[in-house]
C-alpha cells in the first residue's frame, strides 16, 4: 500500500544476509501504510552467519507522508530496535516473523495541517457528529448537536488554539479556546486547562458557547487514544510530546508482538 519505496542498500561490502533482510524487510513494511512519499528500511546482521541463528544486531525504519488507515497521515515516522529475533524460515519465504516479542525506540511528527485534516476523517466525525448526549439535546430542544469545522493551530510549550463551529437546532454557535496538551497513560493525548476565548463568539452567544467547549473538551480527552490506531501485533506508547512550529512530535516506544501484514 506504499506509493514510493526505498529499495535495499546494494553498496559494496554488504553482505547477503543484510540484502535479503533488507528485501524482506522492505516488502513487510511497505504493507502497512495507505501510502507513502518515502520508507527507508534498513537491517544490520554482520557477519550473516548470526541470521542462521535468527539474531539481527538491529532493525531501522524512516518514514515520511505515511498514512494510516486511509485518513492518518504522518509527516515523518521513525523506530529502531536493538538486537530482534527472528525465525529464519520465514524470511527465506519472504515474510518476518519475531522469535520473541521487541522493543522499539520511536518517533512520530504531526504537521498542524495533517493533525486538521484528521478531523474530517470518518472515523473522528461520527464521534463528533449527530450526537444525543443529554448536555446537547438540552440546549438544542432534543436534537442531535454536531461539531464542524475544526480547526487547531499549534502554539508553543505545548499549547494549542482550537476553533470549532456547533449546529446547535439549525443555529451554528462558534467556538473558541486554547489548552494545553498533556499524555495520560502513556496513550491518550489530554486537553487540559481550557480557557474560553471570547473575541470570536458575539456576545449574545457566550454562554452557550462556553457550555458547549467543555462539552467538547470532553469528547476530544477520551476521543485521541493511541489503541485506537495501534496495528495488528503493534502497541504504542508516549513518553513526551512537544509542539515545535507547525510540528507536533512525539516520542515513545513501540511493543512489537509481531510484525502486521496490513494496516
Known amino acids: ?22 528485501t524482506v524487510a522492505n516488502q513487510t513494511i511497505r504493507h502497512l501504510f495507505t501510502r507513502s512519499e518515502l520508507v527507508d528500511v534498513t537491517v544490520r546482521c554482520n557477519p550473516s552467519s548470526k541470521l542462521l541463528q535468527g539474531t539481527v544486531d538491529s532493525f531501522k525504519m524512516f518514514g515520511q507522508g505515511l498514512v494510516i488507515r486511509q485518513d492518518f497521515r504522518t509527516q515523518e515516522m521513525s523506530f529502531e530496535t536493538d538486537a530482534v529475533s527472528l525465525d529464519f524460515g520465514s524470511v527465506l519465504k519472504g515474510q518476518i516473523s519475531l522469535k520473541q516479542p521487541t522493543q522499539a525506540v520511536a518517533i512520530v511528527k504531526l504537521s498542524e495541517t495533517d493533525i486538521n485534516r484528521a478531523f474530517t476523517a470518518d472515523l473522528v466525525r461520527k464521534r463528533l457528529e449527530n450526537l444525543t448526549d443529554s448536555r ?4 438544542s430542544g432534543g436534537q442531535p448537536v454536531s461539531f464542524r469545522d475544526i480547526h487547531l493551530k499549534l502554539l508553543p510549550q505545548n499549547r494549542i488554539q482550537l476553533f470549532a463551529n456547533a449546529d446547535v437546532t439549525n443555529q451554528i454557535v462558534p467556538i473558541s ?13 489530554t486537553f487540559e ?19 458547549l467547549m467543555e462539552i467538547l473538551v470532553e469528547i476530544l480527552d477520551d476521543m485521541v487514544d493511541l489503541d485506537r490506531f495501534d496495528l495488528d501485533g503493534v502497541m504504542l506508547r508516549l513518553n513526551r ?23
Not at 486554547?178 to 499524555?183: D, M
Not at 486547562?193 to 457550555?211: H, M, N, T, W, Y
Open 136 to 139: 446537547l439535546t438540552n440546549l
Open 193 to 211: 486547562g481550557a480557557e474560553f476565548e471570547g473575541d470570536r463568539v458575539p456576545d449574545s452567544l457566550q454562554g452557550i458557547s462556553k457550555i
Open 241 to 263: 510530546l512537544e509542539t515545535q512550529g507547525d510540528i507536533l512530535l512525539f516520542s515513545g516506544y513501540a511493543q512489537i508482538e509481531r510484525i502486521p501484514k496490513t494496516g
Open 1 to 22: 500500500m506504499i506509493g514510493g519505496l526505498v529499495g535495499m542498500n546494494n553498496n559494496r561490502g554488504t553482505d547477503w544476509g543484510e540484502n535479503l533482510l533488507n
Open 177 to 189: 479556546f486554547s489548552c494545553t496538551l498533556g499524555l495520560a497513560k502513556r496513550r491518550r493525548i
